[in-house]
């Protein structure tokens, strides 16, 4: 680059336009002393099990202190086939002092069967415009129907998603390009990151999680090449030391620091790049759906706070 402007500068400026950028590599110890004020968001998979509508996640999400919430597309579904209004869902929402920060879909949008593809796309903006009407402006785009039966090209991938991101320009709602440890494809941070650039898109960005990092073999050291204002959003959690990474499931995902996780280390990377977006908790424990839902929410973040507090102090 002959430009007089240095290249942190220009990484950074090119996050801030939305799109994604790779970062000089920081150590994790150069991050601030300080607590950083990140907003914490409740991804209501980790409360699936107990079957209560998404109104009342809402109430329980509110009441709790979360800033943002992470619903299901399904459960929007749900509310709307209960007779229940998207008008009045997102003033639930907002009355809750929540912002729908991210929303979490399935839409084969990336596969190599262009019938299911553009029907995957067309599933993708339906999703989006109910996003949208309770208030949302980011949706998680993982590889669903290109987990298995072989490895995608990835600059074919790449294009696809600039077609996603297009999608997303209509309907205001961006959608975040999802890490899925246990896939065969996007299973890794590189590849992520790889599609992302590639898709050549000022609004590509990515959705990183604790469990997929570490399930799909990435080290978290990765994390120090991505800018922070590429990574609007960060799944937390937490995983045991066994089962071993080639079994464990999304059923094993624990608390944050109930784990073995380096959570003070990704947590200190993720602030040396920039990175002040939001945390949500995304768990699929059964374990936790047989508790009283409120206890799950409440102790969801006060583990997720405790987790950044010690990272930080």
Not at 46 to 58: C, D, N
Not at 147 to 152: A, F, H, I, Y
Not at 178 to 196: C, I, K, P, Q, Y
Not at 263 to 285: A, D
Request: net charge negative; glycine share 10%.
């Amino acid at each position: 680059m002959t430009s007089s402007l240095s290249r942190r500068g220009f990484l950074t400026a090119a996050a801030a336009s939305g799109g994604l950028a790779l970062t000089s590599a920081t150590p994790a110890s150069a991050a601030p002393a300080a607590a950083p004020k990140f907003r914490y968001c409740f991804n209501t998979s980790t409360i699936r099990g107990q079957k209560q509508p998404l109104a009342e996640q809402v109430e329980l999400i509110g009441k709790a202190g979360y800033d943002g919430i992470e619903p299901w597309i399904s459960q929007i579904d749900d509310h709307v086939k209960a007779g229940g209004l998207l008008s009045d869902l997102r003033k639930r929402i907002e009355d809750a002092g929540l912002k729908v920060e991210s929303a979490i879909g399935f839409a084969n949008w990336i596969v190599d069967d262009d019938e299911k593809r553009m029907q995957g796309l067309e599933n993708a903006k339906r999703d989006m415009d109910l996003v949208a009407q309770i208030g949302g402006t980011r949706i998680a785009a993982p590889p669903a129907g290109a987990t298995r039966d072989g490895k995608l090209d990835l600059f074919k991938a790449a294009e696809r998603y600039h077609a996603l991101l297009e999608v997303g320009r209509q309907t205001g709602v961006t959608p975040q390009l999802e890490v899925w440890g246990f896939s065969e494809n996007l299973s890794r941070l590189g590849e992520t990151a790889l599609v992302a650039i590639e898709s050549k898109h000022p609004d590509a960005c990515i959705l990183p999680d604790v469990y997929h990092l570490y399930k799909g073999g990435s080290d978290f050291t990765g994390l120090e090449l991505i800018d922070g204002g590429a990574i609007p959003c960060f799944h937390m959690n937490d995983y045991p030391a066994d089962p071993p990474r080639e079994t464990i499931a999304d059923r094993d995902r624990v608390y944050p620091g109930d784990g073995v996780a380096p959570l003070t280390e990704i947590l200190q990377t993720l602030v040396s790049t920039g990175f002040n977006g939001v945390l949500s908790l995304e768990l699929f424990n059964p374990g936790y759906w047989e508790q009283n839902p409120a206890v799950v929410v409440e102790t969801g973040l006060a583990k997720m706070k405790a987790a950044v507090a010690k990272a930080f102090s």
